[in-house]
């Protein structure tokens, strides 16, 4: 399992040396849609307070 | 004063009247020096047609994602590259959900599933979620299905669901041009059996999605028509894969030029914030709209995206010297 952050949870695109400053700037107000880790589509359910997002692979992450 | 405002402060605020098509469309064409003032008056009209409460809601997705339909703006269509994927709640976060959201004082629970219609499935998810939560949670529960069957609306009343959202999402015209895998007139026709059921009639619609400002006034005036008890007005929020990602948001003084002109056409309805008011409003556009004429907000978390956290727009409605409606005051 790796744990480095190589893609971008918003777009899915790599995770370059620019930091995404859109996606950083969306996911103010959404959750995460990708694995950092692995790129895969999350599963990610919206809750009134927070909510959770899991990858198959490298479990859930909540917010 | 323009003269509009001066026929709707007799016609609406004195005697109750909406304005009609060209009425609003007028408002919608206000120069900017003159919007305050239109605020100003829908604030009046709201504060003597409907009075000071603010009805709070909270919503969450029982179906996320996977929807055979097309709509353009919407990220939970399977059709798109969108991102989102399929995902089921289960009860018990459903009922910590509702419980989440009457902690905040809100009194409206909307229960919401991205589907053309429900299925026997998800009416049997439903309605073991109603019962689970109307054991544990004192709090209203709204339903957002999609298009019913005449059937499903009767098992919807039975459930004990006392108001149902669809929305008509922009006026007659233009809804082709948003979607096109079901008809507007199949829309309206959810809703009519829906208000003859006796539930309450919850329909609004997204402005922004590049309807002209004539097809937002047919939009209010169509809606003023359906005379639904509650009216929640989104703001696009272009999601990324769907085919309105790359439209502009609404200019946040369209905004509120629209949210007057929607009061005007419908003095007495709940005129609800709904999603997207964070990007095209921001906190000053959200106080301005809340006197200007809205008298009800979604608080928390939208379906697939993020809301402000409730207590600050609580903490506005107290600064605003606007109480919350209390669930009393609406049983
Ligand atoms: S029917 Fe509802 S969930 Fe499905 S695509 Fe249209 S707006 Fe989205
Ligand atoms: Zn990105
Ligand atoms: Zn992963």
């Known amino acids: 399992m790796t744990t480095t952050r190589v893609w971008c949870d918003r777009c899915g695109e790599p995770a370059d040396a620019g930091g995404h400053p859109a996606c950083r700037a969306a996911r103010e107000l959404e959750p995460p849609r990708f694995c950092a880790h692995c790129r895969r589509r999350m599963k990610v359910q919206v809750l009134p307070v927070g909510w959770a997002a899991a990858c198959v692979e490298h479990g859930e992450l909540r917010g | ?331």
């Open chain 2, 1 to 331: 004063m323009p003269e509009i405002l001066d026929q709707a402060r007799k016609q609406v605020l004195e005697n109750g009247v909406g304005l009609d098509e060209a009425g609003v469309l007028a408002v919608l064409n206000l120069p900017d020096e003159h919007l305050p003032a239109a605020l100003q008056l829908a604030h009046e009209v709201r504060m003597r047609w409907c009075g000071p409460e603010v009805e709070v809601e909270g919503i969450v997705s029982l179906k996320t994602g996977g929807c055979p339909e097309d709509c353009h703006f919407c990220s939970q269509s399977g059709l798109f590259t969108s991102p989102v994927r399929s995902v089921l709640l289960d009860i018990p976060s459903l009922v910590k959900a509702a419980k989440q959201t009457a902690a905040t004082g809100a009194t409206e629970f909307c229960i919401v599933a991205a589907v053309r219609g429900p299925d026997a499935r998800l009416m049997k998810q439903l309605r073991e979620g109603v019962a689970a939560i109307r054991a544990e949670v004192d709090i209203q529960i709204a339903a957002s299905l999609g298009m019913l069957s005449q059937e499903q609306v009767d098992e919807l009343v039975d459930m004990g669901v006392h108001r149902y959202n669809h929305n008509l999402e922009t006026c007659r015209s233009y809804f082709p041009n948003v979607v096109t895998t079901h008809s507007w007139e199949e829309r309206w026709e959810t809703l009519r059996m829906v208000r003859e059921s006796g539930m309450e009639v919850c329909c609004g619609g997204i402005l922004g999605l590049g309807e002209t400002v004539e097809q937002r006034a047919e939009f209010a005036a169509q809606l003023a028509s359906l005379d639904p008890h509650e009216v929640p007005l989104n703001f696009l929020n272009p999601r990324p894969g769907t085919p309105l990602g790359d439209r502009p948001v609404v200019e946040g003084k369209d905004a509120l030029r629209a949210i007057a002109a929607f009061r005007l056409a419908m003095p007495r309805t709940i005129l609800r914030y709904a999603g997207g008011r964070e990007l095209t409003l921001g906190d000053l556009g959200t106080r301005e709209g809340l006197l200007g004429g809205i008298n009800a907000v979604i608080v928390g978390n939208y379906l697939t995206t993020l809301g402000r956290p409730a207590t600050d727009d609580l903490a506005l409605l107290d600064d605003l010297k606007m109480p919350v409606k209390a669930l009393s005051a609406t049983l």
